[in-house]
């Protein structure tokens, strides 16, 4: 496992660099004393400033993985107040994406399908207990929200005699202005395995 220590500590210093009011206005989410009220895939935490901890609320349980943390900073610091396009582009449309996207495939794209290609449906029901609203994309689509300005698509088409289920994962044309494109990797992985495992709770 990479050692992450570094890039944590740089987020923290960017974190630290920002103002609370800013950040609350520039991320979307509330302030809550001298901190930040997160809703990370159904898992609720304070985002305590300056300091970065990371303060679970209400019944969530655990601690986040660094690398969330970091993807967290790295969301909660951009200085700027970005708008959805509209528009859908792929992993390989963002900057530097088109070198990594078979890492990125395997990542995040290879285990949705693995997951979920036998029973599409079951993406769309557990993404829609978060707030993901279905898109019409594919033979299941479904849009969530994972942070406020940052819109994650997922589409999946079913197996037929020809072909095997396959699948894709989208982002809003803004996402470039918002954070790296290594980052995108984290993020999708990182809703393709908390959908699997908030799946299970979903009846």
């Not at 970005?82 to 794209?109: C, H, M, N, W």
């Not at 918002?178 to 709770?201: C, H, N, Q, R």
């Given at each position: 496992?990479?050692?992450?220590?570094?890039?944590?500590?740089?987020?923290?210093?960017?974190?630290?660099?920002?103002?609370?009011?800013?950040?609350?206005?520039c991320s979307g989410y509330p302030i809550?004393?001298?901190?930040?009220?997160?809703?990370?895939?159904?898992?609720?935490?304070?985002?305590?400033?300056?300091?970065?901890?990371?303060?679970?609320?209400?019944?969530?349980?655990?601690?986040?993985?660094q690398a969330t943390q970091i993807l967290?900073?790295?969301?909660l610091s951009n200085p700027t107040e970005?708008?959805?396009?509209?528009?859908?582009?792929?992993?390989?449309?963002?900057?530097?994406?088109?070198?990594?996207?078979?890492?990125?495939?395997?990542?995040?794209?290879?285990?949705?399908?693995?997951?979920?290609?036998?029973?599409?449906?079951?993406?769309?029901?557990?993404?829609?207990?978060?707030?993901?609203?279905?898109?019409?994309?594919?033979?299941?689509?479904?849009?969530?929200?994972?942070?406020?300005?940052?819109?994650?698509?997922?589409?999946?088409?079913?197996?037929?005699?020809?072909?095997?289920?396959?699948?894709?994962?989208?982002?809003?044309?803004?996402?470039?202005?918002?954070?790296?494109?290594?980052?995108?990797?984290?993020?999708?992985?990182?809703?393709?395995?908390?959908?699997?495992?908030?799946?299970?709770?979903?009846?």
């Amino acid at each position: 496992m990479a050692d992450l220590s570094m890039a944590h500590e740089v987020a923290l210093k960017k974190f630290r660099a920002c103002t609370l009011a800013d950040m609350a206005r520039c991320s979307g989410y509330p302030i809550d004393g001298k901190a930040l009220a997160i809703n990370f895939l159904g898992a609720h935490y304070k985002v305590e400033y300056p300091s970065g901890n990371f303060v679970p609320v209400a019944n969530t349980d655990g601690e986040l993985p660094q690398a969330t943390q970091i993807l967290i900073l790295h969301y909660l610091s951009n200085p700027t107040e970005v708008v959805d396009t509209g528009k859908l582009i792929s992993y390989k449309e963002l900057p530097g994406g088109a070198i990594y996207i078979k890492p990125f495939s395997g990542r995040s794209i290879d285990p949705m399908v693995r997951i979920f290609g036998s029973n599409p449906d079951r993406l769309l029901e557990v993404a829609t207990s978060l707030g993901g609203q279905s898109n019409g994309l594919g033979d299941v689509g479904v849009t969530l929200r994972v942070f406020p300005r940052i819109p994650v698509t997922l589409v999946l088409w079913r197996a037929d005699d020809e072909f095997p289920a396959s699948g894709n994962i989208l982002f809003d044309a803004s996402a470039a202005a918002i954070l790296p494109t290594e980052d995108y990797a984290v993020l999708a992985s990182g809703v393709v395995f908390g959908l699997k495992k908030i799946m299970g709770k979903v009846s």
